[in-house]
């Protein structure tokens, strides 16, 4: 089964049929406290020398703080431009900004082969945009929510082509991921008709500019 997004020893991780890719990036969260210069020639580094490595989680927030940094800009603009450089998938975080996050990445549809819309649960009008920069949504575990009725509405609105399942779990033994994906796949196979070899082709496309 393909997670699209976890999280292991501190590193993001996409599986597809038990292969799995790495993703290198700085989180907005820890946009102040690294020294941008130093990691941006690590990543360059590391992806010159990896073809199988994309880049992510980055991107922008604004739940922890209301205020979105010059710095967390600046970090995610320099993670675009060498994800761009790359010709390399990107992971975007965009909680409370998705809006911000895609006014950032339009300028690189084309330039950057594909996204992932990882914890995306905003409303369905930015979907066509989505689509327009080859988007990828990640299904969460929020479907599982009986509670969770707009999350619900989201979901059964997003292209069956465009549909990932994530359960963005950090260091969760691969049995107990393997059981939360199964979780996660039921709910949103009842609310939109997905099938498994759907969700797999989706996250073959996303990840395809990738080696393995
Ligand atoms: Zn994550």
């Not at 199988?52 to 209301?66: A, M, N, P, T």
Request: glycine share 8%.
């Amino acid at each position: 089964m393909t997670d699209a997004h976890f999280h292991r020893a501190g590193e993001t991780i996409a599986s597809l049929n038990g292969t799995e890719y790495r993703f290198c990036g700085i989180h907005p969260w820890n946009a102040e406290s690294v020294d941008l210069a130093a990691e941006l020639a690590r990543f360059r580094s590391m992806l010159g020398t990896d073809p199988s490595l994309g880049v992510g989680e980055i991107g922008l927030d604004r739940l922890k703080d209301k205020t979105i940094t010059p710095i967390q800009r600046e970090a995610f603009t320099a993670q675009l431009e060498l994800a761009a450089e790359m010709g390399r998938p990107v992971a975007l975080h965009g909680a409370k900004c998705w809006g911000e996050v895609v006014k950032a990445i339009c300028p690189y549809a084309g330039r950057i082969p594909a996204f992932l819309f990882h914890g995306f649960s905003r409303s369905d009008g930015l979907l066509p945009d989505i689509v327009k920069v080859n988007g990828f949504v990640g299904v969460g575990k929020a479907v599982l929510n009986d509670h969770a009725v707009n999350y619900r509405e989201l979901v059964k609105k997003i292209p069956l082509d465009r549909l990932l399942l994530e359960t963005d779990s950090e260091d969760l033994p691969d049995a107990d991921r393997s059981a939360v994906l199964a979780e996660i796949f039921a709910k949103t196979a009842e609310l939109t008709s997905v099938t498994e070899s759907q969700i797999d082709s989706n996250m073959a496309v996303f990840i395809s500019s990738l080696a393995t």
